[in-house]
């Protein structure tokens, strides 16, 4: 069977902000709160831990990449490594959970629009980045590009926000809240929030020179995720506490709120908002290059057999 591949247009700037754009996400505005409940100060250790086995795994997906830089991502490495049972299993989980991730991340936005036609305006959207991710992946690149470096601008501004409020105390005491357990509690809610790393070798057939690229853009965009992760959140504790934001549903809003510019607290709403719809927009065409790889060896159909395809050619008989 012939298979057709995709032109490899991805520079190492496209795939960076593609591997940002599904990393600073959601989790960056909403996983203080849970942390700082169940670890108070401590939270910043987890974060810290999570960071450190992101980087772990991170590595590994990059070696892989760079073995098998082609369509597939997950399901490819297991297919190659781990055999036909683990890759099938793997592709299969990454359809319905990463579908279940779409449908949840257009429900949010649609409630960040309007609470009355959240299901309608989730649907719009995603017929949105559907035509959005038709046009290519470089366009969709560069979409992500924009939506990234306006987050970081207004992440930026909120950081210098807290930094100019004269009540702030940086000196954060991180063992406040700590053990064991809620260590690892809290490190594994954020460790969710930086999984995007691997959405960039979903797209290993679509980067060029992806040897060294994928690598590299991914190590560098989680690299940058971190430092904003921890700059961000670090500030966060150090305006209103751990008490404070573990009641908050919007924990870097109710900081910006108390800032000394708290008439731009509107931005944080904005920026999350944008945040939430970068990650699904890298997030659906990843789903599509799964199916692609796995219909190119013949799971999501059935391939006519030698005998079918010498009848199909065959001229019929008047």
Same mark, same amino acid.
């Given at each position: 069977m012939n298979e057709h591949h995709f032109l490899r247009t991805l520079? /190492? /700037? $496209?795939?960076?902000?593609?591997?940002?754009?599904?990393m600073i996400g959601a989790g960056l505005f909403y996983n203080l709160a849970p942390t700082s409940k169940i670890s108070s100060y401590s939270s910043i250790l987890g974060l810290l831990l999570?960071? *450190?086995l992101a980087f772990a795994n991170a590595t590994s997906s990059a070696q892989l990449a760079s073995l098998y830089p082609q369509t597939g991502g997950t399901y490819l490495y297991a $297919? /190659?490594? =781990?055999?036909?049972?683990?890759?099938?299993?793997?592709g299969i989980v990454f359809i319905f959970g990463k579908t279940i991730s779409c449908v949840a991340i257009a429900l949010t936005l649609g409630n960040y629009i309007s609470p009355v036609y959240s299901k309608e305006l989730g649907v719009a959207l995603s017929v949105i980045v559907f035509a959005i991710g038709y046009t290519g992946i470089t366009k969709t690149a560069t979409l992500a590009k924009w939506l990234v470096l306006t987050v970081i601008a207004i992440l930026a501004f909120f950081c210098a926000a807290i930094l100019l409020t004269p009540s702030v105390n940086v000196a954060l005491p991180l063992l406040d809240g700590f053990s064991i $357990?809620? !260590? +690892? !509690?809290?490190?594994? %809610?954020?460790? +969710?929030? +930086?999984?995007?790393?691997?959405?960039?070798? *979903?797209?290993?057939?679509? %980067? /060029?020179? @992806?040897?060294?690229? #994928?690598p590299s853009? #991914? !190590?560098?965009g989680l690299g940058l995720t971190v430092v904003i992760y921890l700059f961000v959140n670090w500030l966060a504790l150090a305006i209103i506490g751990p008490v404070v934001i573990a009641n908050s549903n919007t924990p870097l809003l109710v900081a910006m709120d108390v800032s000394v510019l708290s008439e731009f607290s509107f931005l944080i709403v904005f920026a999350s908002t944008i945040a939430t719809a970068s990650? +699904? =927009?890298? =997030? =659906? @065409?990843? %789903?599509?290059? %799964?199916?692609?790889?796995?219909?190119?060896?013949?799971?999501l159909y059935t391939s006519p057999s030698p005998r079918d395809r010498t009848r199909s050619r065959m001229p019929s008989s008047a």
């Open positions: 520079t /190492k /700037k $496209n795939s960076l902000y593609l591997g940002l754009s599904s999570a960071s *450190t $297919n /190659k490594v =781990l055999g036909s049972i683990a890759g099938n299993t793997a $357990n809620s !260590l +690892f !509690l809290s490190a594994s %809610i954020w460790f +969710f929030a +930086f999984t995007g790393y691997s959405r960039l070798a *979903t797209y290993g057939e679509e %980067i /060029k020179n @992806p040897e060294k690229i #994928i853009s #991914i !190590l560098t990650v +699904f =927009l890298a =997030l =659906l @065409p990843a %789903i599509s290059r %799964i199916y692609v790889a796995m219909s190119r060896d013949c799971l």
